[in-house]
């Protein structure tokens, strides 16, 4: 049931330079890459979601329609996902890539920094043949990750209060979400103030930095909203901020929402009072979107105008500039750059 595939336009996210950095653990040797739209070269026995030609993103979270979790209707996380127990393979525990004669994993299902890949017919979805390629492929990661996670995993309602800690491309998509929703406030924090403008572009009302106070952030915040946000983001990858997300959150009510990867194998420890007061903790991956659904309404929304996604890209690059691509990621210069084929 699988699908080869050819790579037109990939986006450089940051859960990739996770498996670089060691915080998130896959075998290697492997072909990195999930934020991505090709174009369908052949499909395998059985296949018949997609056919040769087709527009498509690949889902770096399956949807097999069959497990406990595809089945709920609040579940995204198929079982099949290789995220938590990451094999490295096919699903049918094969690795359709070789380099000089030597086995390469492959990378969630997608492995999408490569001319050609292939994927489980799970693993990925029909697009509008319209679309164009080179901006919807962040409808495979970053647009869909942040927006979901407030549109979907937090559920922001109107004239709410919202925090957004991180100001990356997944976390400018999280502001989109609550701002659709009908945010009154919305409070990005970085670190970075560079972030601020582009933040404030698509729907912050005020920016901080944790670093102009004396205070702990989450302070700061609780005061600036008269007792705790409506609803808080951790769009970082940290403990620290994880921790700061869920005590700017109203302690009656409030929903804070992980939705950064953390450093691999660390754990948190928490005083339960601050749930017992009230609070939701939350968090999710693709932004709760069930994918093979979702990023086919998704790219229609974009078709129809609902949301842009230049905003997030600060440049496109040919895909042998990958490494340029990192390097302004990491330097906190760029939010997305794309790459193409
Ligand atoms: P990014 O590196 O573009 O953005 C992270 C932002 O956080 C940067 O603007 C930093 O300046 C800022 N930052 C760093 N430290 C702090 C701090 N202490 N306080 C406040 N801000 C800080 O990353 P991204 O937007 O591509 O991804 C963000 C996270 O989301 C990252 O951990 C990534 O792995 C994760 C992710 N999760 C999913 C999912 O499905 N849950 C999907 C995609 C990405
Ligand atoms: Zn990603
Ligand atoms: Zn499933």
């Not at 915080?23 to 997609?50: D, Q, Y």
């Not at 525990?93 to 390469?104: A, E, N, V, Y």
């Not at 050609?116 to 679309?131: F, L």
């Not at 929703?181 to 970085?190: E, K, L, M, N, S």
Request: positive net charge.
């Amino acid at each position: 049931m699988s699908t080869a595939g050819k790579m037109v336009a990939t986006g450089l996210c940051r859960s990739d330079d996770h498996v670089v950095s060691g915080n998130f653990v896959t075998p290697l040797p492997v072909i990195l890459g999930h934020e991505a739209a090709g174009i369908v070269e052949s499909i395998g026995e059985g296949v018949t979601t997609v056919k040769p030609g087709d527009k498509v993103i690949p889902l770096f979270v399956p949807q097999c329609g069959k497990c406990s979790a595809c089945k709920h209707p609040e579940g995204n996380f198929c079982l099949k996902n290789d995220l938590v127990m990451p094999r490295g393979t096919m699903q049918d525990g094969t690795s359709r890539f070789t380099c000089r004669g030597k086995t390469i994993n492959h990378y969630i299902g997608t492995s999408t920094f490569s001319q050609y890949t292939v994927v489980d017919e799970i693993s990925v979805a029909k697009i509008d043949a319209a679309s164009p390629l080179e901006k919807v492929c962040l409808i495979g990661c970053g647009f869909t990750t942040g927006y979901g996670s407030a549109v979907k995993v937090a559920k922001v309602t109107p004239g709410s209060t919202c925090a957004v800690f991180g100001l990356g491309g997944v976390g400018l998509s999280v502001i989109m979400g609550c701002k659709v929703a009908g945010a009154a406030r919305i409070i990005g924090v970085d670190i970075n103030k560079g972030k601020f403008e582009k933040a404030k572009e698509v729907g912050a009302t005020e920016c901080i930095s944790p670093q102009d106070f004396k205070k702990p952030i989450h302070e700061v915040l609780k005061e600036m909203t008269n007792g705790g946000v409506d609803f808080s983001f951790e769009v970082v990858g940290l403990l620290d901020t994880m921790v700061a997300a869920l005590l700017c959150c109203q302690d009656a009510y409030g929903v804070s929402v992980i939705v950064g990867l953390p450093p691999g194998s660390q754990n948190l420890s928490m005083n339960p009072m601050l749930l017992l007061s009230g609070r939701t903790w939350k968090g999710a991956t693709f932004g709760g979107f069930k994918s093979k659904d979702s990023v086919p309404k998704l790219v229609a929304d974009f078709m129809a105008k609902k949301f842009s996604l230049d905003p997030l890209i600060t440049q496109v690059l040919p895909f042998e500039k990958i490494n340029e691509g990192y390097e302004m990621l990491r330097s906190g210069k760029s939010i997305r750059t794309i790459l193409t084929f």
